[in-house]
């Protein structure tokens, strides 16, 4: 059975940084792409960033960009984001996601974490 | 980045009726295009990929159609289980846009 679960979430000040993991089971993770979608509290989905499966490629939105690096360790089945320099408007529930990809290079997110919380105010 | 938009933002229904969900992207995206199912305090749910393959496991009732700018999400015989906010997002190219949800409650 696909697993993944998020955690690292938490209160954190302006400013400061944190860093989330997710923990994946039941599937070769090594040969998925991986991703980070994020929630603000009563509002829609935001893709963060994702990760080729080797860690060869990674892509952002433009406003973490030079803030938030994704990454993954192959050998702990594991993916990571870290955050540095967070404001308020990056307050949400992350989501780690694995990113299928088939023919054609069509990505789409067929399993998600839980979720964790990342609130940032002082 | 691609924008998405999605109408309507909410909408309500009953039990048995068919309902249609259209999602607009800003430039054309092919059929790079997934619709997902999200209820309070849970992760979405992939349903539709590529437009309008089915993921598996997902009921027979929902389907998906569309290709370049304009697609659809289309309910038929609304059950229960599925009032919820269905959101789609492109995945032509990244950053992977989301729309900003739609709202489906019973009436």
């Known amino acids: 059975e696909v697993q993944l679960v998020d955690s690292g979430g938490g209160l954190v000040q302006p400013g400061g940084s944190l860093r989330l993991s997710c923990a994946a089971s039941?599937?070769?993770?090594?040969?998925?792409?991986m991703s980070w979608v994020r929630q603000a509290p009563g509002k829609g989905l935001e893709w963060v960033a994702n990760?080729?499966?080797?860690?060869?490629?990674?892509y952002y939105v433009g406003s973490v960009k030079g803030r938030f690096t994704i990454s993954r360790d192959n050998a702990k089945n594991s993916l990571y984001l870290q955050m540095i320099s967070l404001t308020v408007e990056d307050t949400a529930v992350y989501y780690c996601?694995?990113?299928?990809?088939?023919?054609?290079?069509?990505?789409?997110?067929?399993?998600w974490g839980q979720g964790t919380l990342v609130t940032v105010s002082s | 980045d691609i924008q998405m938009a999605q109408s309507p933002s909410s909408l309500s229904a009953s039990v048995g009726d068919r309902v249609t969900i259209t999602c607009r992207a800003s430039?054309?995206?092919?059929?790079?295009l997934n619709w997902y199912q999200q209820k309070p305090g849970k992760a979405p749910k992939l349903l539709i990929y590529?437009?309008?393959s089915l993921q598996s496991g997902v009921p027979s009732r929902f389907s998906g159609s569309g290709s370049g700018t304009d697609f659809t999400l289309t309910i038929n015989s609304l059950q229960p289980e599925d009032f919820a906010t269905y959101y789609c997002?492109?995945?032509?190219?990244?950053?992977?846009?989301f729309g900003q949800g739609t709202k489906l409650d019973i009436k």
């Open positions: 996601a694995r990113e299928r990809v088939l023919t054609g290079s069509y990505f789409s997110d067929d399993y």
């Open positions: 039941g599937f070769t993770f090594s040969t998925y792409w």
């Open positions: 990760i080729k499966h080797d860690g060869s490629e990674e």
């Open positions: 430039q054309g995206i092919s059929s790079y």
């Open positions: 590529a437009a309008s």
């Open positions: 997002q492109q995945s032509y190219s990244t950053p992977f846009t």
